[in-house]
């Protein structure tokens, strides 16, 4: 896969590809009432209709809809990043400061100063 990175752009190697554990917990919460509110909403509209097709048209525009509000690593599903523990030597004593994890704007400015 090394390989590969080198043809990747620039932009689309810079999009952020993680989300916290909160993040995590509220897309699945997200994610299911989508779902759920959808399957109700369309099988409301095909008893309606008479129309088997229009609640599974429904269900599958929730199920496009959740998948790009909770597949996508959205900003708002990274704002309580973890607070690593201090590494610690081999006499099992802490060598440093834990570190937090960096946002964005943080990550942007070492690589620019990188760049410089």
């Not at 509220?26 to 299911?32: H, M, P």
């Not at 309580?80 to 440093?96: F, M, V, Y």
Request: charged residues 20%; proline residues 8%.
């Amino acid at each position: 896969m090394d390989y590969i990175r080198p043809l990747i752009p620039e932009r689309i190697r810079n999009i952020p590809t993680h989300m916290d554990f909160d993040g995590q917990r509220r897309a699945e919460k997200y994610f299911q009432i989508i779902i759920v509110l959808f399957a109700a909403v369309g099988f409301i509209w095909g008893y309606i209709t008479q129309l088997f097709s229009q609640t599974l048209y429904i269900l599958f525009a929730g199920v496009i809809f959740s998948s790009v509000l909770t597949l996508i690593p959205w900003g708002m599903y990274r704002k309580q990043p973890l607070n690593w523990q201090p590494a610690r030597d081999e006499d099992g004593k802490t060598a440093s400061r834990p570190q937090p994890v960096p946002n964005q704007a943080q990550i942007k400015q070492k690589k620019k100063k990188l760049k410089d």
